[in-house]
C-alpha cells in the first residue's frame, strides 16, 4: 500500500466537515480508536486508489453518523437520537452520513498522491470483509478524534491511512 497519500491533520478534517454541515464542531485529538464490531457499529468508508488497492478507512460510530447525517438533512437533533436509541441509521441519515464520507476523499488527494475515492460503504452493525477488517484496530498512520457537533451532539471518528 502506498505511504505517498497524506494523513490528515485533525484541523482540516474539522474545517471540511464544518463546511459540509454548516455547523462548528468542537474535535479533540486522541480519541479512541473505534471498532466497529463494537456495540453500535460504525460506518465505515473504504477509500482505494486507481489500481483499487485499499489505501485509506474512515469509520464513524454510530452517534457521530446519526449527528451528522441529521445536520447535513437539517433533520430535527430527535430523529438523530432516535437512530442511536434503536442503534440503526434510517436511510436519509444513512445518505447523508455516506455523503459526507465520500466528500472525505477528498483530503487524501494531494498533488503527487495517487488518487484515492470512496470505494464502499459498511453499514453500522453489517459485516465487514476480513481484509478490511484487519485494518480498524492496526497502529497505522491515524486520526482519533472525538467530535461534538453543535446542536447535535458528540460521537466519535477513525481515519486510517494504510
Do not use: Q
Not at 58 to 87: F, K, M, T, Y
Amino acid at each position: 500500500m502506498s505511504n505517498d497519500t497524506p494523513l490528515p491533520s485533525a484541523k482540516d478534517v474539522r474545517e471540511l466537515i464544518e463546511g459540509l454541515v454548516g455547523r462548528d464542531i468542537a474535535v479533540t485529538t486522541g480519541g479512541p480508536m473505534i471498532d466497529h464490531r463494537a456495540e453500535g457499529g460504525a460506518l465505515m468508508g473504504v477509500y482505494v486508489d486507481n489500481r483499487l488497492k485499499l489505501t485509506a478507512l474512515v469509520l464513524l460510530d454510530l452517534p457521530l453518523a446519526a449527528h451528522l447525517g441529521a445536520s447535513l438533512g437539517l433533520v430535527p437533533v430527535r430523529v438523530a437520537n432516535e437512530a442511536i436509541e434503536e442503534s440503526m441509521l434510517p436511510p436519509a441519515l444513512l445518505e447523508n452520513a455516506g455523503e459526507i464520507l465520500n466528500v472525505l476523499a477528498s483530503l487524501f488527494n494531494a498533488e503527487g498522491a495517487p488518487h484515492v475515492k470512496l470505494d464502499r460503504l459498511y453499514e453500522p452493525g453489517f459485516p465487514v470483509p476480513a481484509d478490511v477488517a484487519t485494518w480498524v484496530l492496526a497502529y497505522v498512520r491515524r486520526t482519533d478524534l472525538e467530535m461534538d457537533v453543535a446542536g447535535y451532539g458528540p460521537g466519535c471518528f477513525s481515519l486510517l491511512v494504510i
